[in-house]
């Protein structure tokens, strides 16, 4: 059973996310002074790249899930919908049978 493009995305984006933090603490801890100018301007670049795309990927989440619901949302209406014009020709039906109207 694979994972759907929910699990798929949370994944990645947790996945992405503890790279980030584990680059911050091992970059707080013991490699800070280690590196040269260079190297450490570019070490937090990319931490804060992959911070960026953990939060963009949450973002996109988020949208997905608005999506899914109102789509859900919309199908519950249409539903109840027909249910109660079903509902209200089964009376008319039975009304009518019964030689009253209404």
Known sequence: MGLGNTGRRRWFGAIVLGVALLMLILGETSLKGKMGDVAFVLYWLVCFVLTGIAIVVAFRDVKAVQNEVR???????????????????NRQKHAKRNGRKG
């Open 71 to 89: 789509s859900e949302q919309r199908s519950l209406l249409e539903s109840t919908l027909k249910d109660i014009e079903s509902e209200a020709r």
